[in-house]
């Protein structure tokens, strides 16, 4: 009996007072099947117990296979909570308004070729205060994203575009503007890194991936340094070798804010280069609130486009 019709069977026993929160994970042999079957069987059950907490992991045979959102998931009205891990299958969203009550979303390892990614599910979901995009692509290569939301207060990107055409990894860049956002984390490629509108930013790490692989651009240094002004305001900031290099080659005095007046932890990674330490040394300097600091030291080669 596969996985999937051994959670129906006790799906069909649980109480409904207890099934607000449900999980279902599919292996690879019953992809197919139950993708069509049993999987919507068991979507449509759990919508009709009101569930508030819904994860669903699909391990497909084949990374090209297609996903098409249930109209049933989209319209459940007391949904709250979704995780959707769908192995770098395709989603494809119906043309149908939806996710009205939902406040968490957390997509994982899902490619979308046929909308814009975070701005269809911002559209959809009026409620949403949290949003986490892990290893996840969209088809507008050279178009930034923008995440845009009124109400998002947390806001975790992972590996975001993290794609490969030949040996070519591209990221097309991202721009936020999230008024009432409290936590902002970025892991992965940087590209274009724009910040609006973020006046209650409290917590915010920026770890640009492959550091020690990347070449630093003078241009990029711009840009991190823009970045890192406007979140000269958060109480806690984590930030990395790539980050302080790209700043370095920038102005190789430091080029950030005169100030961080709120912050209160600090986490760096850098070496014991002169450019890093200058600033370090700048940056606490910068902040006279500052009740904790961790320091990472490591070893690195610094190469320049």
């Known amino acids: 009996m596969s996985v999937c019709n051994t959670i129906m ?67 459940c ?42 701005k269809q599910f911002i559209k959809m979901c009026p409620l949403l205060e949290e949003l986490s995009l892990v290893e996840c692509s969209r088809r507008l290569i050279n178009v930034p994203a923008r995440i845009s939301s009124p109400k998002l207060k947390i806001l975790i990107l992972r590996n975001w575009e993290k794609n490969r055409f030949g040996y070519k ?19 992965g490629p940087i590209g274009a890194f ?29 840009d991190i340094c823009e970045t890192l002004a406007g979140m000269s305001h958060v109480e806690s900031l984590s930030i990395n070798l790539y980050f302080i290099q790209c700043v370095a080659a920038h102005d190789p005095n430091g080029s950030f804010p005169a100030s961080f007046p709120n912050l209160k932890t600090l986490e760096l990674t850098t070496t014991t280069d002169a450019f890093t330490m200058n600033f370090l040394i700048r940056i606490l300097r910068c902040s006279p609130n500052l009740e904790s600091l961790h320091l990472i030291i490591e070893k690195a080669l610094l190469t320049y486009e």
């Open 194 to 222: 724009c910040l609006n509108t973020l006046d209650n930013l409290k917590k915010a790490v920026i770890l640009p991936e492959d550091k020690m692989k990347q070449k630093i651009s003078y241009r990029r240094g711009d």
């Open 9 to 75: 069977n006790k799906s069909k026993r649980v109480d409904p007072a207890r099934s607000s929160n449900n999980r279902i994970s599919c292996p690879n042999q019953h992809f197919i099947v139950t993708m069509e079957s049993t999987v919507k069987e068991w979507i449509k059950a759990a919508v009709k117990r009101k569930v508030k907490s819904l994860d669903i992991m699909f391990y497909p045979g084949s990374m090209t296979e297609n996903i098409t959102m249930p109209v049933c998931l989209m319209t």
């Open 77 to 118: 009205d007391s949904l709250e909570v979704l995780r959707l891990f769908l192995y770098r299958c395709t989603l494809h969203m119906p043309n149908h308004t939806g996710f009205r009550a939902l406040k968490v979303l957390e997509l994982n390892h899902i490619h979308c070729y046929d909308f814009d990614l975070p």
């Open 169 to 187: 990894e591209y990221c097309s860049g991202i721009k936020i503007d999230c008024p009432e956002l409290v936590l902002l984390e970025y892991v």
